[in-house]
């Protein structure tokens, strides 16, 4: 009954006690919270946590943080140490967590529930799912962040009808979701997200100013790539002065660079004017998942504040104005997202047949049906006429918000009489955006197709998305009856099986 929250910049385990209830695990120095940071050394020994940041501070050069954003990518997060990806990096941070739980336990982490940003894409989902894999933890379900702190927050309830938005600002990312909870039925009705907008952003505010005065006294401005140990040493600075700021309406930072030091103080109004446009930016996707939700702010009864930026007081206040709603942290902002994801573990446990035991005690599983949205647009590449111009675009079949398990259907000329060969890529991302600004996340190729002599919509192509997410596609040449299907399953990669054709 483990549910991981693999944070930009911390992370949390979570399980349940013998009642039922969510609780943190705390890891080996005693924090119930773990920094998302590594450290390499030049002997290979892998560093996490508060560990790695310590000795990051010696040798920043082998040092990495905020990993979780690069997702997907396969370029070494060292310019000149070791080959390490963020795929190794988060590896390397679950396998510390998870020999954390097994301690505090005693009880072996064969499988969880994780979570992820609502807005993630979906080569970033999959290596997270690797990283699991190469612990032996196979993930029953991977949960959208704003949907797991709902769950908890749904079941804290105690099954009242009630309509949620969850407003959840972390250290890397950000989203919204609006669920509504009858009974024990638990609908995400829509689900918007900026995944470039988190606490970083509002660190970056601070840091500015401090590299601004730092440069006009010392005559230089230090830079990341040259001065990693003066930007570990702000980025900590940082983060109690945003604290601090929440408080005080002046803050002094102390910046200590080339062999001077200056003192740079920042005003709680100054502050709360450099970071309003991003809370701005918020709010607009906060107001755009309430009209995708069909509702308008008088229909939501509470508004749920996730994440560890969110406990910003500024925030909260520009957040309340905006929606006349008060912010409610009734679970801790920082944990929501770690309980919903182990109250949820209990439950996929038990839809699979398997009983949650604590010590022999069987845990009763959560009475809550979960039906959640897709995040992103699912098309496939199709080309249009732009003008005198032609485009490869993203050609929607499944657009974001809809309702899973959904399955649809659209058609498709090919692009001449002769042609006997077509590709079908499968496309996540924005309608009608430029194929090359896409994820492709699969294809599938139909050949020795029939010519024809008049075009018609001859190939339909059908996709289906399962309650985990998951996508299959079939493309089938109505001509010839010739049928591919291809299922993107994240956990086991992508594969595909020829049908034969019609008779």
């Given at each position: 009954?483990?549910?991981?929250?693999?944070?930009?910049?911390?992370?949390?385990?979570?399980?349940?006690?013998?009642?039922?209830?969510?609780?943190?695990?705390?890891?080996a120095?005693?924090?119930?919270t773990t920094?998302s940071?590594?450290?390499?050394?030049?002997?290979?020994?892998?560093?996490?946590?508060?560990?790695?940041?310590?000795?990051?501070?010696?040798d920043?050069?082998?040092y990495?943080?905020n990993?979780?954003?690069?997702?997907g990518?396969?370029?070494?997060l060292?310019?000149?140490?070791?080959a390490?990806t963020?795929?190794?990096?988060v590896?390397?941070?679950i396998?510390?967590?998870?020999?954390?739980v097994e301690?505090?336990?005693?009880?072996q982490?064969?499988?969880?529930v994780a979570?992820c940003?609502?807005?993630f894409?979906d080569d970033?989902?999959?290596?997270?799912?690797?990283?699991f894999?190469?612990?032996?933890?196979?993930?029953?379900?991977?949960?959208?962040e704003?949907?797991?702190?709902?769950y908890?927050?749904?079941?804290?309830?105690g099954?009242?009808?009630?309509?949620?938005?969850?407003?959840?600002?972390?250290?890397?990312?950000?989203?919204?979701?609006?669920?509504?909870?009858?009974?024990?039925?638990?609908?995400?009705?829509?689900?918007?997200?900026?995944?470039?907008?988190?606490?970083n952003d509002?660190?970056?505010?601070?840091?500015s100013r401090?590299?601004?005065?730092?440069?006009?006294?010392?005559?230089?401005?230090?830079?990341?790539?040259?001065?990693?140990l003066?930007?570990?040493?702000?980025?900590?600075?940082?983060?109690?002065?945003?604290?601090?700021?929440?408080?005080?309406?002046e803050?002094?930072?102390?910046?200590?660079f080339?062999?001077?030091q200056?003192?740079?103080?920042?005003?709680?109004?100054?502050?709360?004017?450099?970071?309003?446009?991003?809370i701005?930016?918020?709010?607009?996707?906060?107001?755009?998942?309430?009209?995708?939700?069909?509702?308008?702010?008088?229909?939501?009864?509470r508004?749920?504040?996730?994440?560890g930026?969110?406990?910003?007081?500024?925030?909260?206040e520009?957040?309340?104005d905006?929606?006349g709603l008060?912010?409610r942290?009734?679970?801790?902002?920082?944990?929501?997202i770690?309980?919903?994801?182990?109250?949820a573990?209990?439950?996929?446990?038990?839809?699979n047949?398997?009983?949650?035991?604590?010590?022999g005690?069987?845990?009763?599983?959560?009475?809550?049906?979960?039906?959640d949205v897709?995040?992103?647009?699912?098309?496939?590449?199709?080309?249009?006429?732009?003008?005198?111009?032609?485009?490869?675009?993203n050609?929607?079949?499944?657009p974001?918000n809809t309702a899973?398990?959904?399955?649809?259907?659209?058609?498709?000329?090919?692009?001449s009489?002769?042609?006997?060969?077509?590709?079908?890529?499968i496309?996540?991302?924005?309608?009608?955006?430029n194929?090359?600004?896409?994820?492709?996340?699969?294809?599938?190729?139909?050949?020795?197709l029939?010519?024809e002599?008049?075009?018609?919509?001859r190939?339909?192509?059908?996709?289906?998305?399962?309650?985990?997410?998951?996508v299959t596609?079939?493309?089938?040449?109505?001509?010839?009856?010739i049928?591919?299907?291809?299922?993107?399953?994240?956990?086991?990669?992508?594969h595909a099986r020829?049908?034969?054709?019609?008779?």
């Amino acid at each position: 009954m483990i549910g991981f929250d693999i944070g930009t910049t911390r992370s949390k385990v979570a399980t349940v006690d013998r009642s039922g209830k969510p609780v943190i695990v705390s890891n080996a120095r005693g924090e119930q919270t773990t920094p998302s940071a590594v450290y390499v050394s030049t002997t290979d020994e892998i560093l996490v946590g508060s560990d790695a940041r310590e000795q990051g501070v010696v040798d920043p050069a082998r040092y990495a943080a905020n990993f979780k954003l690069d997702l997907g990518g396969v370029e070494s997060l060292f310019a000149d140490g070791p080959a390490f990806t963020p795929t190794d990096a988060v590896a390397a941070q679950i396998a510390v967590l998870k020999q954390d739980v097994e301690k505090s336990t005693g009880i072996q982490v064969t499988q969880a529930v994780a979570t992820c940003p609502a807005n993630f894409r979906d080569d970033a989902k999959q290596a997270l799912l690797e990283a699991f894999k190469r612990n032996g933890i196979k993930v029953l379900r991977l949960i959208p962040e704003p949907t797991a702190a709902g769950y908890a927050y749904a079941l804290d309830r105690g099954g009242s009808n009630s309509t949620f938005l969850i407003y959840d600002f972390g250290g890397g990312t950000f989203d919204v979701s609006i669920i509504r909870l009858e009974g024990s039925q638990f609908t995400v009705l829509s689900t918007e997200g900026i995944p470039t907008l988190g606490g970083n952003d509002i660190s970056r505010c601070i840091e500015s100013r401090v590299l601004d005065d730092v440069e006009a006294a010392c005559g230089r401005r230090p830079c990341r790539e040259d001065d990693g140990l003066f930007f570990l040493d702000l980025d900590q600075r940082i983060e109690t002065a945003k604290i601090s700021l929440g408080k005080q309406k002046e803050v002094p930072i102390v910046a200590s660079f080339v062999g001077q030091q200056t003192i740079v103080k920042i005003t709680q109004v100054e502050f709360h004017a450099s970071i309003d446009s991003l809370i701005g930016q918020s709010l607009d996707a906060t107001d755009r998942a309430i009209v995708a939700a069909g509702l308008t702010i008088d229909a939501i009864d509470r508004l749920v504040m996730v994440g560890g930026t969110s406990r910003l007081p500024h925030i909260q206040e520009r957040v309340a104005d905006h929606t006349g709603l008060v912010p409610r942290t009734d679970i801790d902002p920082d944990k929501a997202i770690a309980y919903g994801a182990a109250l949820a573990c209990v439950a996929e446990m038990d839809k699979n047949g398997q009983a949650a035991t604590i010590h022999g005690q069987v845990i009763p599983a959560p009475e809550l049906f979960v039906q959640d949205v897709t995040a992103h647009d699912v098309g496939c590449s199709a080309l249009i006429h732009d003008g005198p111009k032609q485009r490869l675009v993203n050609a929607v079949i499944i657009p974001k918000n809809t309702a899973i398990p959904c399955q649809k259907t659209d058609h498709f000329y090919l692009e001449s009489e002769e042609q006997t060969r077509a590709k079908v890529e499968i496309l996540q991302g924005e309608g009608r955006a430029n194929r090359d600004d896409c994820l492709v996340i699969g294809e599938i190729i139909l050949d020795n197709l029939p010519t024809e002599t008049v075009q018609s919509q001859r190939i339909c192509v059908q996709y289906t998305i399962d309650a985990n997410g998951m996508v299959t596609a079939t493309a089938t040449d109505k001509v010839s009856g010739i049928s591919r299907t291809v299922s993107v399953d994240y956990k086991k990669g992508i594969h595909a099986r020829q049908q034969p054709a019609a008779a």
